[in-house]
């Protein structure tokens, strides 16, 4: 299991939103510094080939989790994968990862928490949400809103990651009342006019939000 | 490798032409004992999680090849992967899947044939085409035709699928001046209003595509 402060901004790139495969790169290399400490890649409209290429590209230092795809993952020596529910079943993709690979698997509602209580130590994260409506994922589900994030991380018995509709304005709120260990962006940091500025708004958020849940702890 | 005369008739087959995944399995438990010699499971609008399941419940007996997913391969157990030019590179699908895998490859061109041949033993076969104009591949290249065809064939140093637009009407004359070891079909099967009287008639012809083309290299 990974640690919980591994990650408190866990950045999901769309080489598309970053503009193709080596301004991906470039703009890794920029944001990272400013406080990512964990990047997923995930690209739906990409075939696997250019996946994998870009994935050998990507700079090294901190966890890349791979979106769906373990074949990618295992032939690009990346960290991990996130799963959802329409992937690969958790018990195949854990058997062919192998017991130290990062494992992440999306929760969209009670029923996927008790699965993911179920699976125990198969996984090491839960990506949560959407907290908010989003236009990243066509395919979304309503979101969840605040108080029913708060329910399910309290439940979680994995580290907690919120994603969906989250950028610097909502950031502080969410982890002080929804309470995740992290949060999760796309467009908040791919789609910024200024990336590394919005990464360092976005971790000074997450910093306030954690601080704002202590005192209302403490009072 | 696997040996030139294992597969005649290779049967690509498309669980949303089929109907979905209960009637898939019960179309291939009709089809296979007309003449089936390899089934590919091949569905690109459909999430892993459904194609493993499918792969799972296919019947057992004839090589089970499974397009692009390296991982649905693993997870399944089937005997293969088929990869293109914008899958995972042959030489990392190999490495995942070990020696013993079946692993066939896209050619579409010239260029790609030349690719083919600098793999060797990496690869066991090749998918050559569209041999005819297909509705099944939307992002489809122009076809070769069947002078084409008969010139890539005869450099390949692998056995050899030819694949696209092929029928009972046109797949005697693709065996017997084309001269592929093998013929593929997508929806001259899967989309017959009956199938099995189809694969019987596909059987036929190539047979006697084959006897034309041992008359004419006996004159």
């Known amino acids: 299991m990974i640690p919980k402060d591994l990650f408190s901004l866990y950045l999901i790139v769309d080489p598309i939103l970053c503009g193709g495969h080596s301004h991906c790169v470039k703009f890794l290399n920029a944001v990272i510094p400013c406080g990512v400490k964990i990047v997923q890649l995930r690209a739906p409209n990409w075939h696997k080939g250019a996946i994998l290429a870009l994935a050998k590209d990507l700079p090294n230092g901190i966890p890349l989790i791979i979106n769906d795809h373990v074949d990618v993952c295992l032939a690009s020596g990346a960290d991990g994968v996130h799963l959802g529910a329409n992937d690969l079943p958790v018990e195949s993709a854990r058997k062919l990862l192998g017991p130290e690979a990062i494992l992440g698997y999306s929760v969209n ?42 329910s399910i991380c309290s439940r979680s018995i994995h580290p907690t990651v919120a994603i969906g509709g989250i950028n610097a304005q909502n950031a502080a709120e969410v982890m002080a009342i929804g309470a995740p260990d992290a949060l999760a962006v796309i467009s908040a940091i791919c789609a910024a006019d200024q990336p590394t500025k919005a990464t360092r708004e976005l971790c000074q958020e997450i910093e306030r939000g954690r601080k704002m849940k202590k005192a209302t702890a403490n009072n």
């Open 109 to 150: 509602n009670e029923k996927a928490l008790e699965h993911s209580i179920r699976l125990g130590h198969k996984i090491d994260y839960l990506g949560i949400g959407p907290v908010f409506l989003t236009a990243t994922k066509a395919d979304h589900v309503p979101p969840l809103g605040i108080e029913r994030l708060r």
